[in-house]
């Protein structure tokens, strides 16, 4: 059974950091590819980075471009996102998923191409 698990979610100041981690069980996390999504209230779910199962390919969406960062850590079934500069738009239940799908020269960053998904941690920034 695939589980995710997110950790580093709360509450911080416009201008501040927060590093958002996500551990991963049930499955061989190196030979996957990981995304961070997010959903602000009344919103629709939206990629904000991914990597693929080598970490020499990422995604990032425009909104975050320069701020945040996707790393992951095989060794210890670990994924994370660093995110700088952080602005009150940024507020959402952020959610790392999984996909099962084997891509080449492609990283994932649709929803649909997601298999497997985190429970959420909440991330609100006040202004």
């Known amino acids: 059974q695939v589980q995710l698990v997110e950790s580093g979610g709360g509450l911080v100041q416009a201008g501040g950091s927060l590093r958002l981690s996500c551990v991963v069980s049930?499955?061989?996390?190196?030979?996957?590819?990981m995304a961070w999504f997010r959903q602000p209230p009344g919103k629709e779910r939206e990629c904000v980075a991914a990597?693929?199962?080598?970490?020499?390919?990422?995604y990032y969406g425009d909104s975050v471009k320069g701020r945040f960062a996707i790393s992951r850590d095989n060794a210890k079934n670990t994924v994370y996102l660093q995110m700088n500069s952080l602005k009150p738009e940024d507020t959402a239940v952020y959610y790392c998923?999984?996909?099962?799908?084997?891509?080449?020269?492609?990283?994932?960053?649709?929803?649909?191409?997601?298999?497997?998904w985190g429970q959420g941690t909440q991330v609100t920034v006040s202004s």
């Open positions: 998923a999984l996909t099962s799908g084997l891509y080449s020269g492609y990283t994932p960053h649709r929803r649909i191409e997601y298999d497997y």
């Open positions: 990597v693929n199962w080598s970490a020499d390919s990422t």
């Open positions: 049930g499955r061989t996390f190196s030979r996957y590819g």
